[in-house]
Structures are given as structure tokens and as C-alpha cells.
């Protein structure tokens, strides 16, 4: 599995720094190992692997494929084309990207997104030597008032992130 994350921008305007995030604590995504893979499948994970963000977009990659250009879409809570959860627990690395389960992950709670847009832009890879490499290059994702219960994210955006997998 190939994950390639470089977060080069992030706008938060209000933050937690460190611990779980509480309703008085938002989540500080700029703490979080970003990582991506499949079509398309995004996480945001705290060091201890005890909470974690994650926001799918299904067939983001195909349609992107298919378009053979940038494409842009805005999606927003309650869409079928977004799903935006809040884990916690332990060894959450575990259920996201990985082919080698090395601990088995508990999960305590999991939480769905109940208001929120997320934009996202990307570009297919059209030079991918299989479909299985690298699928979207230059991806820009904008996080804007996703919120989880009484728990949430003001505002994120990551730019220049690539999602891809490899058959495992």
C-alpha cells in the first residue's frame, strides 16, 4: 500500500493541543498524522492512535479518472457522496491503510459527522504505470464546520496530498 501525505497548509481557528478533544477543546487537525488511500479515503490521527478523523468521498478517484482534469466537488454532511466519522479508542492506526494488523484496534465510540462541508480538488494520475499506484495527485481538502456531536473541527485545509494504494 502506497500512502503519500505532505501537509503544506493548514488554517485553524481554534484549537486543542494535546488530549481528546471536548466540546470546549475543538479538534486540532494540525496535530494529526494525515494519511489517505483507496477512492478516496482521507484520516486524521492523533499520536497516541487514541482519536481519529476520518472523511470518505467513494469513487472520488474514478470520477477524477473519468474527467481526465481537475474536478472539484463540495460536499456537504448528510450527502451520500461524504462520510465523516469521530473514533476514539486505542491502536486506531490499525483500521485505516494497513495491510499488517500488528495490534487489534478497540473501538470506544464512533461518532458521525452531524453538520459540515467538506471541498475537495484533485487530479488523476493518468501517468500511473497500474490502477493500482498513486490514483490522485495535487489533492486540496477544505474542512469547514464539521462537527461531531458536541465536538468540532472550525476550519482545515491540506493542500498537495496524493491518495493511492497498492494491491495487498
Known sequence: M?????LTAIVLTACAVGGAATPDRPIDLASMEVGSCGDAFFYFLNDSGTQMVTIAIPGLANRATEAAETIDESHAVGDP?????????????????????????????EVAASRG??????????DAPSPMDVALTRVQLTVTGLT???????????????VGWFAG
Open 117 to 126: 462541508q467538506v471541498q475537495v480538488s484533485a487530479v488523476a494520475n493518468l
Open 2 to 6: 502506497r500512502t503519500v501525505s505532505i
Open 148 to 162: 461531531f456531536g458536541e465536538v468540532g473541527i472550525n476550519a482545515a485545509s491540506f493542500s498537495d496530498l496524493e
Open 81 to 109: 457522496g461524504l462520510i465523516a466519522t469521530l473514533t476514539s479508542g486505542s491502536h486506531l492506526d490499525q483500521l485505516v491503510c494497513n495491510d499488517a494488523i500488528e495490534f487489534d484496534p478497540v473501538v470506544e465510540s
